[in-house]
């Protein structure tokens, strides 16, 4: 179990920020918790509840995607204090303004890092991942624009930190 942060970058984000109207997702923050299991052989399944903060040009205060995750991970080298790892999750994302929700739709994330093991339940982690993100099409009420109607997915790159605490 424990808590991540992120720096997020957007990538592609034709869908959220369609030609004429402001973009609802530029860089941003984002925040997970999760709850994993790993066995020895270095394959870790898990869930996990991740919020992002975008900013957004003045439509919105802030962008909110917020995503329920299932997570698969295998972490080469387990019995080695220092090893990478590869991840993948994917879940259900509501998004908003302000932890409203204006849309609903999917995410999914592909990541490779490394866990540096502290303690014998202490584990520091650093990753990079790909996120796309397809949300159904909605107006945005401060500019009238219809985001979301075209193109196909939305792509962020984010770089993460975390830790994990052994229960």
Known sequence: MGPEVGLVIPLSTKRLCPAGAQCIADVGWAFEVGFSYRWKSGIGLGLGYEFWLL???GVYSVTVPQSFLVLFQYSFLPDRRTHPLIRLRGGPVLLG???RVDTVGGAAEIGAGAEVELTSDTVFSFLVTGNLLRTRS???PADGALRASSGALDAMLVLRIGF????
């Open 55 to 57: 900013s957004a040009n």
């Open 97 to 99: 303004p302000s932890f």
């Open 138 to 140: 909605f107006v945005t």
């Open 164 to 167: 994990n605490f052994m229960l």
